[in-house]
């Protein structure tokens, strides 16, 4: 799950980290009264998708009365998508270098990694595609932790003088407390700034927590599912996994290979999938009915494609779900099924009694979907 | 029969780590049909009872004592308790530990992979269907039926689409020696390289099918090996998640693009660059296998 800025750099500060000056605005009156505070600002849209700056969503303002404008262009704007309901609105840093450092794990030695990079403030994608050769990596002993060597490291690599040594291992450390306490697959100083008036800064910060560890931070797990579209949210309710896609083609298939399988067939045969919906191994009746009655409502989909490979998922079962939610909100749109397994000949005849064919080869029913889509 | 395949076979005695659960007793029985070697369940507080005529012990300590030597273990414990089972397996001399357990949190499998692999143990998983070798040894989950045996080696992040692959190989004649799902986590123990190793020196492999998905650079590290390898068995792959929306989770906690790695474009530019053919349906793997066979 992703913190907010704002919610990552709070972390961040009561961690010993220096962050600017700021305060959260929920409307354009309270960022004037920042501004009135503070000084120039820079006002920055909280939303969680990435590339906020190119979007739009971070301005400088001079003047409260600036600000104010600008904030009210920013709440009723949305960026990428999202709309902004919240704004930082900090203190105008005057910045000398932007550096990069973030600690994640790397899933090839399975271990904790700094990333360190005298080039900051640009996406560490771009990073990696232009310069790879500018990030320095310093892996870390799951048993063993930080230990202050890798500051030095950090510090080297940064080009900072010596008289930031201290600076450098209070952040360096922090960062390691940080994912340890918080369960974070990353966190990120994006820049990390160094000031006119040589301090060090975060200018921004990213925290992503781990998903399966939410239930050891209670405070966390309740605002799970907020980043979620309306759909992802109800099939998040109904324990599937599910993603949003923009396609016409609804999907419901058993395991997460097999779901993205069977959406990258429906993209090789010329169709497009709306949707990703994985319910998992072994769904009896119900699950399926919650499913299909869910992809049935479903407004961009023009076709139902159910792709279920079992070993132990009932074919009946599955038959005898399809039939009931067809019952509860009617055959709103084609369905196509493919199933194979256990009882697969009662399933067979269940859905050949409402007239529906299974299909047995994935790529014929795929091609089906496909072309039902484009009719 | 010589035994053949990778990491377990015929003589393999297995252990069963939550036992007593819905799907540890469920799964007992399967691979007991099978023919599995299973001479040992653990759980806590239910020592002395038996599942499907399998000894149930409170401690792998006890379990071991009474049985003698384990080679492996397969844990079904919940993702809380499943790390402790891990270490426990580990700290008793089991050399292959299978974690069919998802959910468990990310730093702890950093923990105790790191900690198995210190220790010469081979964690395969976690969120994993398990291991195969097939006709001898089924340690996890997968529905035995659909695999026939032969001299194709398996390697996948997948379960339900291993199946399904392994059905379409079935249906041309190509059965499977090992079937080794890594499991659908950001860390796992074994990779693409670990099981490649293995059965390169499997004399009863021929050919490897890597199965892969989008998220983390597991298929670019391994064209990067299998660039520079000697000489080598052929591979075939298929990558899915080409459809998938960068920064979006797909089901697995893996399969996620983040940071500008782990797109499908790139998986597939290494494999190929790496002179292993990818199939764009899992239809298609085996007219890829046929050709790099040269039937």
Not at chain 2, 105 to 111: M, S, T
């Amino acid at each position: 799950m992703k913190l907010y800025e704002l919610e990552s750099k709070e972390i961040a500060a009561r961690y010993g980290i220096p962050t600017p000056r700021g305060r959260v605005a929920t409307n354009p009156q309270e960022a004037s009264r920042v501004a009135r505070e503070l000084g120039p600002v820079v006002l920055k849209a909280q939303v969680l998708v990435g590339g906020r700056g190119l979007a739009g969503g971070v301005k400088i303002a001079g003047k409260p009365d600036e600000a104010y404008s600008i904030a009210k262009r920013l709440f009723s704007s949305s960026i990428r998508g999202e709309k902004v309901e919240k704004l930082l609105v900090e203190e105008k840093v005057g910045i000398s270098r932007e550096l990069y450092l973030s600690l994640t794990v790397d899933r090839a030695t399975r271990r904790p990694v700094y990333l360190v990079s005298e080039i900051g403030g640009i996406e560490i994608e771009e990073l990696a595609k232009k310069h790879p050769e500018k990030i320095h990596k310093i892996y870390v002993d799951p048993g063993v932790g930080y230990t202050d060597y890798m500051a030095r490291e950090v510090l080297q690599t940064l080009k900072l003088a010596w008289t930031f040594l201290q600076d450098i291992v209070n952040i360096t450390r922090a960062m390691y407390r940080i994912m340890t306490d918080y369960d974070a697959e990353l966190v990120e100083f994006n820049p990390l700034a160094l000031t006119n008036d040589n301090r060090l800064v975060a200018l921004d910060a990213k925290i992503i927590i781990d998903d399966n560890s939410l239930y050891r931070h209670p405070e966390l797990q309740k605002l799970r599912g907020r980043e979620l579209s309306e759909y992802e949210k109800r099939a998040r309710e109904l324990e599937f996994s599910y993603v949003e896609l923009d396609g016409d083609i609804g999907v419901i298939c058993n395991g997460a290979g097999s779901t993205m399988a069977t959406m990258d067939s429906i993209l090789y045969y010329g169709g497009r999938p709306a949707n990703f919906l994985d319910i998992g191994g072994g769904a009896r009746s119900e699950r399926i009915k919650e499913a299909v009655r869910l992809m049935l409502m479903h407004p961009r989909s023009r076709v139902l494609l159910i792709n279920v490979f079992g070993g132990i998922t009932r074919c009946d079962e599955v038959a005898m779900g399809i039939i009931e939610a067809i019952r509860e909100v009617g055959a709103r749109k084609p369905i196509i099924v493919r199933m194979l397994g256990t009882n697969e000949e009662e399933g067979r005849r269940i859905l050949r009694e409402r007239g529906i064919e299974i299909y047995d080869e994935m790529d014929d029913a795929v091609k089906a979907a496909v072309e039902l889509a484009k009719g | 029969m010589i035994s053949m395949g990778i990491l377990v076979n015929s003589s393999t005695k297995v252990l069963v780590q939550g036992i007593t659960g819905r799907e540890g007793s469920f799964h007992t029985k399967l691979m007991l049909e099978y023919g599995t070697k299973v001479v040992a369940g653990t759980s806590p507080g239910k020592g002395g009872s038996y599942v499907h005529g399998v000894p149930v012990y409170d401690t792998v300590y006890e379990a071991v004592r009474e049985q003698g030597p384990i080679d492996a273990s397969i844990i079904f414990v919940p993702a809380r308790l499943a790390s402790d089972a891990v270490y426990e397996a580990v700290d008793h001399w089991l050399r292959v530990v299978v974690v069919i357990t998802e959910g468990i949190p990310l730093h702890d499998e950093v923990k105790f992979v790191n900690y198995a692999r210190s220790r010469g143990v081979d964690v395969v998983g976690p969120n994993t269907p398990g291991v195969m070798t097939v006709g001898e040894c089924k340690l996890g989950i997968m529905p035995a039926q659909v695999f026939a045996r032969g001299y194709v080696g398996l390697v996948s992040r997948s379960g339900t689409l291993t199946y399904e692959i392994a059905r379409e190989l079935g249906k041309r004649g190509y059965g499977i020696s090992t079937v080794v799902g890594l499991g659908g986590d950001p860390v796992t123990g074994l990779d693409f390289i670990d099981v490649y190793e293995r059965f390169f020196k499997d004399s009863e492999t021929k050919a490897v099918v890597l199965i892969g998905e989008i998220g983390g650079d597991a298929e670019e590290r391994f064209a990067r090996y299998y660039t520079n390898l000697g000489p080598r068995k052929p591979v075939v792959a298929y990558v899915a998640g080409k459809a998938a929306s960068p920064g979006k989770r797909m089901g697995h906690a893996g399969a996620i693009i983040s940071m500008g790695v782990g797109d499908y474009t790139s998986k597939r530019a290494g494999l190929e660059s790496a002179g292993i053919p990818v199939a764009d349906t899992p239809s298609q793997v085996p007219d890829l296998l046929e050709k790099v066979l040269g039937k």
